[in-house]
Nanobody
Framework: QVQLVESGGGSVQAGGSLRLSCTVS????????MNWIRQAPGKEREGVSC????????LYGDPVKGRFTISRDNAKNTLYLQMNDLKPEDTAVYYC????????????WGKGTLVTISS
């Protein structure tokens, strides 16, 4: 079956960095655009970033532009999110999700990893 497993979450102070990973199995990874989506406590889910199937196109939400970098390794079926200059408002559960093209709608989701940023 399809599995998306996030890792790398944790607690850091504001200004710090974290690198999230998402390992995917059960679907042809290179045939899917991949996303990071987050949900903060009491808030709706928010798209963080999307990367095209080849990795040549990346999209970012305004709150993370210039601080977060999405990447993928199709040989390892793995998606990454490098998060720098973290802020308390970045605190959320971060999910990876797969879709055919950025903006098409998610087909599969991971269970999420918690990121907590203290001031």
């Amino acid at each position: 079956q399809v599995q998306l497993v996030e890792s790398g979450g944790g607690s850091v102070q504001a200004g710090g960095s974290l690198r999230l990973s998402c390992t995917v199995s059960g679907l042809p990874f290179a045939d899917y655009a991949m996303n990071w989506i987050r949900q903060a406590p009491g808030k709706e889910r928010e798209g963080v970033s999307c990367i095209s199937r080849s990795g040549t196109t990346t999209l970012y939400g305004d709150p993370v532009k210039g601080r977060f970098t999405i990447s993928r390794d199709n040989a390892k079926n793995t998606l990454y999110l490098q998060m720098n200059d973290l802020k308390p408002e970045d605190t959320a559960v971060y999910y990876c999700a797969a879709e055919r093209e950025c903006g098409d709608g998610m087909d599969d989701w991971g269970k999420g990893t918690l990121v907590t940023i203290s001031s």
